[in-house]
């Protein structure tokens, strides 16, 4: 009995140790500088009061936000239909752009101004981040929440094991005493053995299996990409662009893809100086993008930051017409990650 009691032990000293590397690998990408963990005090705004600070969005619900600013304190941050919401570009060339508060992520840092509501929250008027932030808070976003969703999964079963395991010894402790079911009481315990030995090693894979995918989170590859091109100076989408985008759309909701993001880069043939070039091939990529939001509700988050390249990496020789024609173009590629990949649905 003796035995049989400490193999039970030795089973659930190896689940445990099994589902370490996923809560460290969760603790480690949580861990991220962008979101300081310490604790913090809630702050109260009185109503009418004119307030503006600066922090990290560390909770997000659709139409407020908690903000944690560097020495701990949070304040609750309500959305409304006048809320201006603008992304700071920085460059000579680049004007700040308009955004909309879908881009109000967890993990990014920015300023809100506004006054004080009756409950003591701060009513945005007006909400300014900084493009590199935006871009490290979409990343933030689609590296933490599957790995969240993974480590609870094996959180839970590691905790239902512990509570079996427990019963089991339970039970063998009270069917100790009885000599006359000891025959009994060996086989039942080497089946419940044996059982948890399953469960360990059911464990141990999924475990395994969470820190591919774990690993393979930063790693993307190329699943779709299609290409449409512009008039000479121009970024007005054609009738035959959409038709192009219309028909790869279709054919990507068909695909069961997921972790998936759609990337979209710009460029323009060598006609015109540098600057005129670039800025050019970056509103293509914005109408390219405009046009996928509007016509196809495409959620912000799967969009990688639009870039223009300018005259860069031509396809086509730019010394003819028909080369410059081809150069003129916004490229769409649909990417998924490699460690969330999998038969499930997009």
Not at 249 to 274: F, I, P, Q
Not at 299 to 322: C, H, I, K, M, S
Request: aromatic fraction near 4%; proline fraction near 3%.
């Amino acid at each position: 009995m003796r035995r049989n009691t400490g193999n039970i032990h030795l089973v659930a000293l190896a689940l445990i140790l099994s589902l370490a590397g996923v809560t460290s690998a969760q603790n480690n990408l949580l861990s991220d500088p962008q979101l300081p963990m310490i604790p913090g005090n809630t702050r109260t705004v009185p109503e009418g009061q004119h307030l503006k600070i600066n922090g990290i969005v560390v909770k997000r619900t659709a139409d407020s936000f908690t903000l944690r600013e560097p020495d701990g304190t949070e304040t609750v941050v309500n959305l409304t239909d006048n809320t201006n919401v603008k992304t700071i570009r920085k460059g000579l060339f680049r004007k700040d752009r308009t955004s909309g508060v879908g881009y109000v992520l967890r993990g990014l840092r920015l300023e809100a101004e506004g006054r004080g509501n009756p409950e003591g929250q701060l009513v945005a008027a007006k909400i300014r981040f900084e493009e590199n932030d935006l871009r490290t808070a979409q990343a933030l976003e689609a590296r933490v929440d599957p790995v969240e969703n993974v480590a609870n999964s094996a959180k839970a079963l590691s905790e239902s094991n512990e509570q079996r395991i427990t019963a089991t010894e339970q039970n063998a402790e009270k069917l100790s005493g009885q000599i006359n079911e000891l025959s009994a009481v060996a086989e039942a315990a080497g089946a419940q053995a044996k059982q948890a030995q399953a469960t360990a090693d059911n464990a141990t894979a999924l475990a395994n299996s969470a820190n591919d995918r774990i690993n393979g989170l930063d790693d993307y590859e190329m699943v779709q990409s299609i290409t449409v091109h512009f008039r000479s100076g121009s970024a007005v989408l054609s009738e035959a662009a959409k038709a192009e985008i219309d028909e790869a759309a279709t054919r990507v909701k068909t695909e069961t893809l997921k972790g998936w993001v759609v990337e979209v880069v710009g460029y323009a043939d060598s006609m015109g100086n540098t600057d005129r070039n670039r800025s050019l091939s970056e509103r293509r990529a914005e109408n390219v993008i405009n046009y996928l939001v509007t016509t196809y509700n495409l959620p912000l988050r799967r969009l990688v930051q639009p870039f223009g390249y300018g005259a860069l990496n031509p396809v086509a020789t730019n010394d003819t017409g028909e080369g410059r024609s081809l150069n003129r173009r916004v490229e769409i590629r649909v990417l998924v990650s490699k460690g969330l990949n999998s038969s499930a649905s997009l």
